[in-house]
Every structure is written in structure tokens, then in C-alpha cells.
Nanobody, 126 residues
């Protein structure tokens, strides 16, 4: 079992930045691809980005490409989501997830994720 705990959410003005962290328990973190998803009120949970097991490959949704960056520190069992140039439409609960089956990070459906955190709220004011 892997437990994931997100932190770093909050209120920020449009154009600002936030860094989310996701701390994982367990010794197998470095074997897993990790993903970030978000869910805005009344909307489906959507893919934001993913990173492969060793941090050498990242993937992003078109809506965040060029503004968000995912990176990981396997020594600290932590994955990060650096969010720059935030927009009001980025407002959502952000979840991190672990894919224990596909370490490549190339699978981005919610159904591909094996473990989920409880989420952290990001609110971007205009």
C-alpha cells in the first residue's frame, strides 16, 4: 500500500505561482510513475501531468503545457507540481496519484492510477 499526501494548495492571484508537493509512504515510490490530476466544481477529474519512475520523462495536458512542471525526488519520496502563470480556470482540487503498473508514466487515465491522495485546493482569483 502507498499513501499519498498533497500539500501546498491555497489562494493565489492570476499570474502567480504555487508549488504543490505530494509525499508518499512506502519503499516502492521510486518504482512508480506519478500523476497529477485536478477536478473543478461540477467537472470530471482531468489529467494535468505525469512523470515516469526516474523523472526522466514528463507528460502534460495541453492546457498546462509551458506553465506547469512536474519533478520528483525519489530520495524524499516526493513529487512536485510547479505551477506558474496561474489562471482562474486552473482553480480546482489537485490530486496526486501513483501508477504502480506502468512506470513509464505514459498512461494518463484516472483508471490507470492505483493510489490517490485526498487532494489540495488551489484557488486562482482574477
Amino acid at each position: 500500500q502507498v499513501q499519498l499526501v498533497e500539500s501546498g494548495g491555497g489562494l493565489v492571484q492570476a499570474g502567480g505561482s504555487l508549488r504543490l508537493s505530494c509525499a508518499a509512504s512506502g519503499r516502492t515510490f521510486s518504482n512508480y510513475a506519478m500523476g497529477w490530476f485536478r477536478q473543478a466544481p461540477g467537472k470530471e477529474r482531468e489529467f494535468v501531468g505525469a512523470i515516469n519512475w526516474n523523472g526522466g520523462r514528463t507528460y502534460y495536458a495541453d492546457s498546462v503545457k509551458g506553465r506547469f512542471t512536474i519533478f520528483r525526488d525519489n530520495a524524499k519520496n516526493t513529487v512536485y507540481l510547479q505551477m506558474n502563470s496561474l489562471r482562474p480556470e486552473d482553480t480546482a482540487v489537485y490530486y496526486c496519484a501513483a501508477d504502480a503498473t506502468h512506470p513509464s508514466g505514459a498512461y494518463h487515465s484516472t483508471y490507470d492510477m492505483d493510489y490517490w491522495g485526498k487532494g489540495t485546493l488551489v484557488t486562482v482569483s482574477s
